[in-house]
């Protein structure tokens, strides 16, 4: 059964434009599993109904722990995921155990944004 690893190290999230019509999302992870021997480690991404209002992207860095003996030494992981650009995302948020990290792909655009670069 899959887990939550320990902690999250770094995040990379960009957009790959290369087709304007269908860009996608790419979000790199390195972390930090309990123990050694995790198999499978991957992004998991939150399914949601609705757009979030914050327009954060939520994932888990989950893995599949090994059994019983493996050695109780902090392990590096690293995962990543690719997939459609929803409209309504700036950022991603990757969530581990004992922490989680935000990471915006854009900045949000303001009514405010238009007018000052009209001007």
């Not at 999230?13 to 499978?40: F, K, M, S, Y």
């Not at 954060?56 to 392990?75: C, E, H, I, K």
């Not at 992981?77 to 004992?98: K, N, Q, S």
Request: overall charge negative; aromatic content about 6%.
């Amino acid at each position: 059964m899959s887990e939550l690893v320990r902690e999250i190290v770094e995040v990379n999230a960009a957009i790959d434009d290369g087709d304007d019509e269908h860009p996608l999302l790419i979000v790199e992870v390195e972390g930090l599993a309990a123990t050694a021997g995790w198999a499978n480690v991957r992004l998991e991404p939150h399914v949601t109904v609705d757009a979030p209002d914050d327009g954060f992207q939520d994932f888990d860095l989950v893995g599949d722990r090994p059994g019983d003996g493996a050695a109780a030494v902090l392990t590096p992981v690293e995962a990543g995921w690719e997939g459609p650009l929803e409209d309504w995302c700036i950022g991603v948020r990757v969530h581990a155990v004992d922490n989680m990290i935000e990471e915006e792909v854009f900045e949000p655009w303001s009514d405010e944004d238009d007018e000052s670069e009209a001007a």
